[in-house]
């Protein structure tokens, strides 16, 4: 059974920094089907950042070059590292993962989903 539980929010002024951190449990630490996701209250949620089967990553264009997705796999946990926050990140944060082949491809829409985690960057 796959768990992932995001942790690490919370309420910072604008040009802050948080780091949140997904630990993730039965899905193999060595998959880099993951990335992260939020959405703000009325508003759909959206891809932030991601890690493709080879371990690049991709970025939404509204975090490029202050947001960082990394992976520790001796620790199966995935990070989010937000810096030069801005009022418009807030949102609720999730990490999420998605199957894969033996070989580690991965396959289909994101399937697994935390519970989330409130980032709120104020003024």
């Known amino acids: 059974q796959v768990q992932l539980v995001e942790s690490g929010g919370g309420s910072v002024q604008a040009g802050g920094s948080l780091r949140l951190s997904c630990a993730v449990s039965g899905y193999a630490s060595s998959s880099y089907c993951m990335g992260w996701f939020r959405q703000a209250p009325g508003k759909e949620r959206e891809g932030v950042a991601a890690f493709d089967s080879d371990g690049s990553t991709t970025y939404a264009d509204s975090v490029n070059g202050r947001f960082t997705i990394s992976k520790d796999n001796a620790e199966n946990t995935l990070y989010l590292r937000m810096n030069s926050l801005k009022p418009e990140d807030t949102a609720m944060y999730y990490c999420?993962?998605?199957?894969?082949?033996?070989?580690?491809?991965?396959?289909?829409?994101?399937?697994?989903w935390g519970q989330g985690t409130q980032v709120t960057v104020s003024s």
């Open positions: 999420a993962a998605r199957s894969y082949y033996s070989n580690y491809v991965c396959v289909g829409e994101y399937n697994y």
